[in-house]
């Protein structure tokens, strides 16, 4: 029988003499690059046939495949960072990524708390830093074609070491602020140690008239009795092909809660993937997505319980005006020997026109006996009672229609411990309002 070839986009061939080019270039180990691309090759670009991917076909969005940005001067570099405006009025230890490159002259490394370490990733792949070894926490997260990408191509990024409680948020700030088109591989590690609890934030701006194409990967290790706070906004550019992974491996008796909100890009994907690793761990994961024109947004999660007595809570709301397309899939993995546990997911979207496009895929695969799972999906338009007995009292109908949404999202928002980010993001959806009124 002949060997079928398959045939290559002119996307794929584009990345493959891109990493021809790029692979002795970059820092670190070309073994391991060269790995993750050839598992990458093995499948290509993902379609609408693999079933991870059936509702976000990137074949088809990657139409051309952007160079991957330089570093950008000093003087493009605090001009892009003064016009970052997302959770810019929250007190920060900002750690500042310029064009997909991490710009330690922003950062004051001398008046960083005791409890904190920054390592710049470049430099770690270039002096096989020991930390090195904490890469990937989530192995099956590797078999990703998103993520692989990213391990083929990541060029710069920070590792952080948190060794205790840190009471200043850190501002994880990425801005792609060219002027043409740029792709971008940014990768973050942060080892959370024992008893240690930190409040992360994380921003993606863009400039709204190129079509960057950013792959940010964002790893955390949470130990035993940690607290991780994470709140990330998606507000890139209305032309920009958003990819983006979050990767945790939590330990024993760990707090770890997690947001993302969804108003830029004109597509975006938005992963996650959570290894619950220790006992009697709380997760939970929020997702906030506002939609219009012809926007395509997916968020994807993975939870695996692999310990007894974990609690997991995924809630997700989607507002979808216009022609805009939204997406969640999401799957809780239990294995037989994480008896006790309680997962519970519910994803529900309003569509405020009759353009609008919801896909909604939640999955639970259980393999133990002594479990409380559940999840659920809802999809619908604005109650037309409750519409009516506000505008019956004198609101216009958008107003009437604002206030709904707010009261839809806000249950989404509420559990944001930061009380200021917590006000940020609902400034962020009454913006979208706005913008939409």
């Not at 591989?185 to 400039?207: D, I, Q």
């Not at 338009?381 to 958008?398: E, H, N, S, T, V």
């Not at 009261?407 to 944001?416: D, I, K, N, R, T």
Request: negative net charge; contains cysteine.
């Amino acid at each position: 029988m002949a060997d079928v070839t398959l045939m290559k986009t002119p996307a794929e061939t584009a990345l493959a003499q891109a990493f021809e080019s790029a692979k002795t270039l970059l820092p670190g180990n070309v073994e391991s690059r060269a790995q993750a691309f050839e598992k990458f090759t093995a499948r290509g670009l993902p379609h609408r046939r693999v079933e991870e991917f059936k509702y976000t076909d990137l074949r088809a969005a990657f139409r051309e495949v952007a160079p991957f940005a330089g570093v950008p001067t000093a003087e493009e570099a605090k001009a892009a960072l003064a016009g970052a405006k997302t959770l810019a009025g929250i007190e920060a230890l900002q750690v500042p990524f310029v064009n997909g490159h991490f710009m330690r002259e922003a950062v004051d490394f001398r008046a960083l708390p005791e409890n904190l370490e920054i390592v710049p990733l470049r430099e770690a792949l270039a002096n096989d830093h020991e930390w090195l070894a904490h890469l990937s926490p989530v192995p099956w997260a590797a078999e990703n074609p998103v993520y692989q990408l990213n391990t083929s191509f990541m060029a710069d990024g920070v590792m952080i070491r948190v060794a205790g409680p840190v009471e200043v948020p850190v501002h994880l700030r990425f801005v792609t602020a060219a002027e043409t088109a740029v792709a971008t591989a940014t990768r973050v590690l942060v080892v959370v140690e024992e008893g240690a609890s930190v409040t992360l934030l994380e921003t993606h701006e863009s400039t709204d008239g190129a079509g960057h194409q950013p792959n940010d990967v964002v790893e955390l290790i949470a130990g035993d009795r940690t607290n991780v706070q994470h709140v990330r906004v998606n507000a890139e550019g209305g032309k920009t092909l958003a990819l983006s992974t979050l990767a945790a491996r939590i330990g024993a008796e760990a707090v770890f809660n997690s947001i993302n909100v969804v108003a830029g890009a004109a597509t975006s994907r938005h992963q996650v993937f959570a290894l619950l690793n220790g006992e009697n761990t709380n997760l939970r994961v929020n997702g906030v997505t506002m939609l219009k024109g012809l926007q395509h947004a997916d968020s994807t999660l993975v939870v695996e319980h692999n310990a007894l007595h974990c609690e997991s809570r995924e809630l997700f709301k989607t507002v979808i005006d216009d022609e805009a397309t939204g997406v969640f899939q999401g799957k809780i993995i239990v294995p037989h020997h994480a008896q006790k546990t309680d997962g519970r997911m519910m994803s529900a979207a309003i569509l405020l026109g009759e353009g609008g496009t919801m896909n909604n895929k939640p999955e639970l695969e259980i393999f133990a006996d002594d479990v409380q799972c559940a999840h659920g999906a809802t999809c619908g338009q604005l109650d037309d009672d409750l519409l009516f007995y506000l505008m019956a009292r004198g609101l216009p109908r958008k107003e009437a229609e604002s206030l709904l949404i707010q009261a839809f999202l806000g249950e989404a928002l509420e559990f944001v411990e930061n009380e200021t980010a917590r006000e940020a993001l609902i400034g962020t959806v009454e913006g979208w309002l706005r913008a939409r009124s």
